[in-house]
């Protein structure tokens, strides 16, 4: 209780003295448009929305600069220009730099946190396992994850990311020496990743040492077991470590992410039943006669060409991202097509979550859920630029698992929204978690039913 009332007090402290350092930069001419640390402090628990609000009045992009211990400079965006120039037209000028590196720390150096010819050979293994007829039978780096403290060993580490880029570093430095906080959840779920992915890297070694003695082809394919018999055509170090880092950025990308788009797509068709009607009018022309009106399952080749369900799911991710936001580090100086500097202690964070809420870039209906959006007046899928829907980034980084997201995705919700009505509990609220992944905070509580016999 004494630790945890002395940390308030040094909290309380730290924002007072920012205040102050405010005011003073204030006065000094920074521009009152600009927020400050402290508004943004006094917002932690609201923050997407915040940075909503903030951009909307900043015209998509402000300079947040705190005193220099503090380490929090940076240009929050979501103008679709800057989004293009860091992400493709000047690429190279934009890594994801040491600073994401120290954030991240706990994905060692998998593919999210390397940059130059490290993260190059990672996505040329990547992209090439990923492209095998097989993989897509494989909708999830482990069939046997124990769940539980997995699952919670996941959602502490995304947290405490989060609060890592809207605190002070002193701040989190402080909770880290004396294991408290966020900082001390993480490293218990750092210890708790640690063991169970040695343990299943340990047992995905001895089965693929013993289809490599026995010559037999590796029909399980599987990212870790690629690694591991592919590793002299990888040009990469297979060692414990890489295949440790390379499995947690893999699981980080696509388990929570899926479920999480799943999760809000379920909760805004839920509420929108004229949209559910369209889905299910849809699903039934893609069924023989006779065989509609009964409980089934839709396969891939059925789902992967309907226009109707592509544009709700589109239009769930572009309000709910399950990566609300996107980090990078200019290498040296540059001025973002904005007009707003931009230097190597510089953070760039580009605001997913917000970008889906302009109206400069969505029209006035922005806040509403309108499949029709992503359709064009042909009837078919309208395709918009990817640094305007960056929900599976742009650029030479561009999500490697968009395909395959959008094959679970469809296969699943078909056969949730065909087969089951939703119901959902309205005295539970449906809010975003502040998390580096976009959970609903308080899960989603529902009544599911029965839509056919």
């Not at 994905?107 to 492209?131: E, T, V």
């Not at 996107?326 to 510089?346: A, C, F, I």
């Not at 539970?428 to 029965?450: C, D, F, N, Q």
């Amino acid at each position: 209780m004494a630790l945890q009332s002395f940390l308030q007090v040094f909290f309380l402290a730290l924002i007072s003295f920012l205040f102050l350092y405010q005011l003073m930069r204030n006065k000094n001419g920074c521009p009152k448009s600009s927020p400050g640390i402290v508004e943004l402090l006094l917002n932690v628990h609201r923050l997407h929305d915040w940075c909503t609000e903030t951009l909307e009045s900043c015209k998509g992009t402000f300079v947040l600069e705190g005193p220099r211990f503090a380490k929090m400079n940076l240009v929050a965006t979501c103008d679709p220009a800057n989004a293009r120039y860091v992400m493709s037209s000047n690429f190279d000028n934009f890594p994801k730099g040491p600073e994401y590196k120290q954030m991240f720390d706990i994905l060692g150096d998998g593919i999210f946190n390397s940059d130059m010819d490290l993260w190059k050979n990672q996505r040329i293994a990547a992209q090439g396992f990923m492209r095998h007829h097989l993989f897509h039978q494989f909708f999830c780096l482990s069939l046997e994850l124990p769940q539980v403290l997995f699952s919670k060993a996941m959602n502490d580490f995304g947290q405490a990311i989060l609060y890592r880029h809207v605190r002070p570093r002193s701040f989190t430095k402080l909770q880290k020496w004396l294991n408290v906080g966020q900082e001390g959840k993480y490293k218990k779920a750092w210890k708790v990743l640690d063991d169970i992915l040695a343990e299943y890297i340990c047992q995905k070694r001895k089965e693929a040492n013993k289809l490599i003695q026995e010559l037999v082809s590796v029909d399980d394919v599987d990212l870790l077991t690629s690694y591991i018999t592919e590793k002299e055509s990888t040009g990469l170090k297979c060692d414990d470590k890489f295949l440790r880092d390379n499995a947690l950025n893999m699981i980080t990308a696509t388990t929570d992410t899926t479920s999480t788009a799943l999760t809000w797509f379920a909760w805004l068709v839920s509420k929108h039943p004229i949209v559910e009607n369209k889905i299910i009018e849809e699903l039934e022309s893609k069924i023989p006669i006779g065989e509609t009106k009964r409980r089934r399952l839709f396969n891939v080749d059925e789902v992967k060409n309907l226009v109707y369900l592509h544009g709700a799911l589109c239009e769930a991710l572009r309000l709910y991202p399950p990566a609300p936001f996107n980090h990078k580090e200019p290498v040296k100086p540059d001025m973002l097509p904005s007009g707003h500097p931009v230097h190597p202690k510089t953070k760039v964070l580009f605001s997913v979550y917000s970008m889906g809420r302009m109206k400069s870039i969505w029209r006035e209906d922005c806040y509403e859920f309108k499949p029709e959006r992503w359709i064009n007046e042909r009837g078919e899928i309208k395709h918009e630029p990817s640094y305007k829907f960056l929900s599976f980034g742009a650029g030479p980084r561009i999500c490697l698992g968009k395909e395959t997201s959008f094959i679970q995705i469809k296969a699943v919700a078909s056969t949730l929204i065909y087969n089951y009505r939703i119901h959902v509990v309205e005295e539970t609220p449906v809010v975003p978690a502040v998390s580096i992944v976009l959970h609903t905070e308080y899960g989603l509580m529902t009544r599911i039913s029965k839509r056919w016999e």
